[in-house]
């Protein structure tokens, strides 16, 4: 079974600090996928990449930058937190080896307060 | 406007009642379609997948995509109280593996016993 993890399930933080949010595929998948979710605005891709050191923007880059150092490993980081980016952060990969009916498979999620 | 609309409910039903979830696109371009299912602080998961236009059963499933109206639907059949969670539509051009996909906002449904 194809497992994403995410460093930490609950984070609280406050407002000015970086904060680094991990996330860990098993799979070997080349796209890896930052998504936050919000009541009312469902869910909404922050960055995503397809290989290593390769990142592209999603529809909200703005606050937010992204490493891609390893395959497996993908880190969403909140240069200077505020207090709008209190969401939940949602991490998930697939592979373009795979058929294009395969999915995209997501981590449990971080829930991320910043006061 | 959004590429991709979802109501986002509260939808609230009865045990055994058929549910219909729906949403809209205006991206002439899609064509795989998806179906996925988050409980209660969990990530969403895949329920369903179609490709282009017609239906897709899978159990109590059903998926339809009438790409002419650019309108897709979910039903539930004989709906369980363990079909409480949220629903999304989400969409691609490529597939879910060659390209970045499109949600909609999602539909929370809760069916009572």
């Known amino acids: 079974d194809v497992k994403v993890t995410q460093s930490s399930r609950y984070l609280v933080k406050r407002t000015g600090e970086k904060v680094f949010l991990e996330c860990v595929q098993d799979?070997?998948?080349?796209?890896m996928f930052w998504y936050r979710q919000d009541p009312g605005l469902g869910l909404r891709l922050i960055y995503f990449?397809?290989?290593?050191?390769?990142?592209e923007k999603g529809d909200i880059p703005e606050g937010y930058s992204v490493s891609r150092e390893k395959k497996e490993r993908f880190s969403l980081i909140l240069e200077s937190a505020s207090t709008n980016q209190t969401s939940m952060y949602l991490c998930?990969?697939?592979?373009?080896?795979?058929?294009?009916?395969?999915?995209?498979?997501f981590g449990p999620g971080t829930r991320l307060t910043v006061l | 406007q959004k590429e991709v609309e979802q109501d986002p409910g509260p939808l609230s039903v009865p045990e055994g009642a058929i549910v219909s979830l729906n949403c809209t696109y205006s991206n002439s371009a899609f064509q795989y379609f998806m179906w996925y299912r988050q409980y209660s602080r969990k990530g969403p998961e895949l329920l369903m997948y179609t490709y282009s236009s017609g239906n897709k059963e899978d159990g109590r499933f059903t998926a339809q995509v009438d790409k002419s109206s650019k309108y897709i639907s979910l039903f539930i059949r004989d709906s369980q109280p363990s079909d409480s969670a949220t629903y999304l539509c989400a969409m691609s051009d490529r597939g879910s593996t060659l390209g970045r996909l499109y949600f909609g906002r999602g539909t929370q449904l809760t069916v009572w016993p």
């Open positions: 799979m070997d998948h080349e796209n």
């Open positions: 990449s397809y290989d290593v050191k390769m990142k």
């Open positions: 998930a990969s697939s592979s373009t080896l795979r058929q294009v009916t395969d999915t995209q498979y």
